[in-house]
């Protein structure tokens, strides 16, 4: 374990795989889980919440792949979440003991809304319970992180007494979090300092407070740093700042403002910033779950400059509107033109200076899939190369590929679609359909050849760059319609912007096959129940 407490430097512990993947529409499977830990590593995060082992098999089975794989000595901790529960801890230390640098986080609430009416709990059962499971967790890790769910909402006195109870059964790290994102910054900063300066033990060397804020009110990044100047040295977020409900703290936002405002703030991180903007359109292209536009930091227009006195400033001198560079967060402002022309090896060059070290396999789809956008644009830039390796590389499996779209549409004619798909087994599957519009034309076409039952939630669709000939950029969301309610998302890229909205469904398509198994496939001569948008 590592005890050795840096005060000028925040631990940066990313949720992301766990916290962030409670977003409503977020599902990850266990390859895209263990691939966004690796880029987490090379980030720099200094712990990796993994997952919640005992919520299921596929969860305990990612953590621990995770664990095996990402949790090097030279690499992030490897942490897993357990309520305090003998169960959960010892489901959490199957998953995370393959670590070199594993860490069990257990909580409990403090709140007495939440004992009365989630927990049935007394106080005083509350405080044995923690203390009972914080020592379970301890006697199998030496690395305890503990948490005081909901302690925005609990009396300060009895938070205090709860942490003291961990801190004395061994517990590091004291997580006292604003889980409904109730407080206010200044009031947050004020009970983090004063739960940090009562709490027995508290200040005993080794031990680590940690904020983990939620969004509900839009103040999660503000309560988070108002945390760190009381005196918390880890900061919980996730990528994007997914999470339940309106998400978490912005792992972006925590992170570049320590960076930005390094006169104000007395401390740092281990982050590499320059990795954040490719990290952060992974996670969005995994998820499904499109960043907003005017995102800080990494929204689409978190660099652009319409107006024109902006403008007229930003070409003097681009500190005038301008606190950040698009390059600090792995933005390229390059002007290498690539094109049909462009061989391998420039190609190759590109991808290095942005972030992506590929294969020689990878390299072979990837090119083969930059020449045929080449031979349709002019110029690819690297907003489009990244959709490329979106496409190529962060895909799902592809149970079924896209092979040909052909559609007619129009004022005069019903907008028809015929598909060409491969299935699983190899065969071809030619089908053809009619729709209020050419995508939904498309997509009933994809269901009468997959016929897997879903609903379309979400259709998101946004120009990747300028010009006529810009790639055009499709996000999806479906669900099941078992009874579960479980979505997937799809993303898909292409100058073609029916083509991009084939790939995208076809991909959600795709992992929700992953998760629910190929056996859900029909049979020839069987329908899907499927509801589109207009098909009624």
């Known amino acids: 374990m590592d005890t050795d407490v840096q005060p000028d430097v925040v631990r940066i512990f990313d949720t992301t795989l766990r916290d962030g993947e409670q977003s409503p529409g977020a599902s990850l499977n266990s390859a895209e889980k263990l691939e966004i830990a690796r880029h987490l590593a090379e980030l720099g995060v200094d712990i990796i919440e993994a997952g919640f082992p005992a919520a299921s098999p596929d969860d305990l089975a990612a ?143 080794g031990i680590i407070w940690s904020v983990h804020c939620h969004n509900d009110l839009g103040l999660a990044t503000a309560n988070t740093l108002a945390g760190l100047v009381a005196g918390a040295r880890q900061a919980e977020v996730t990528i994007n700042g997914i999470g339940e409900r309106a998400g978490n703290t912005s792992l972006e936002e ?99 200076d942005l972030g992506y070290a590929l294969d020689d396999d990878k390299m072979t789809e990837v090119f083969k899939r930059f020449k045929e956008v080449a031979d349709k644009k002019k110029h690819i830039t690297d907003a489009d190369l990244q959709a490329i390796l979106s496409d190529q590389i962060e895909g799902p499996t592809e149970y079924f590929k896209l092979r040909g779209i052909q559609v007619t549409c129009g004022q005069l004619d019903m907008p028809t679609a015929t598909l060409k798909l491969e299935g699983p087994d190899g065969r071809i599957h030619v089908e053809a359909a009619v729709g209020v519009g050419p995508v939904d034309a498309v997509y009933g076409a994809i269901d009468r050849i997959v016929k897997v039952s879903n609903k379309l939630l979400e259709f998101v669709v946004h120009a990747i760059t300028e010009g006529v000939d810009a790639q055009g950029e499709v996000t999806v969301r479906i669900c099941t319609l078992d009874g579960e309610y479980q979505t997937f998302g799809g993303h898909g890229s292409d100058p073609d912007i029916i083509v991009a909205s084939g790939k995208a469904y076809l991909a959600a398509i795709n992992r929700m096959l992953a998760a629910v198994g190929t056996e859900q496939i029909k049979p020839e001569g069987e329908r899907a129940a499927v509801s589109l948008p207009g098909a009624d």
């Open 63 to 205: 953590v621990r792949r995770i664990a095996e794989e990402v949790g090097t000595a030279d690499g992030p901790v490897i942490c897993g979440l357990a309520r305090c529960v003998r169960i959960d801890i010892e489901k959490c230390w199957e998953a995370v003991q393959y670590a070199a640098k594993p860490r069990i986080h257990t909580f409990i609430s403090t709140s007495d809304i939440h004992l009365k009416y989630q927990f049935n709990m007394t106080r005083e059962q509350a405080l044995e319970r923690a203390r009972e499971m914080v020592r379970l967790a301890r006697s199998l890790c030496a690395d305890v992180e503990f948490s005081t769910m909901d302690a925005g909402r609990s009396e300060w006195s009895y938070v205090a007494q709860v942490c003291a109870a961990a801190i004395e059964e061994g517990a590091t790290t004291i997580n006292v979090p604003d889980t409904v994102g109730y407080m206010m910054p200044e009031e947050y900063g004020r009970m983090m300092a004063w739960v940090i300066e009562n709490t027995p033990g508290g200040r005993n060397p």
């Open 254 to 352: 925590v992170v570049m403002s320590i960076n930005t405002r390094k006169d104000y703030y007395s401390f740092g991180t281990n982050i590499n910033s320059k990795h954040i903007a490719r990290v952060s359109r992974m996670v969005a292209n995994y998820t499904g779950i499109p960043v907003q536009p005017n995102k800080a930091i990494v929204g689409a227009n978190a660099f652009a400059h319409e107006a024109g006195i902006h403008q007229d400033g930003q070409l003097k001198n681009r500190e005038t509107y301008e606190i950040m560079t698009p390059e600090s967060v792995g933005l390229s402002d390059s002007k290498l033109v690539l094109g049909k022309h462009s061989g391998r090896h420039a190609v190759k060059a590109r991808l290095r």
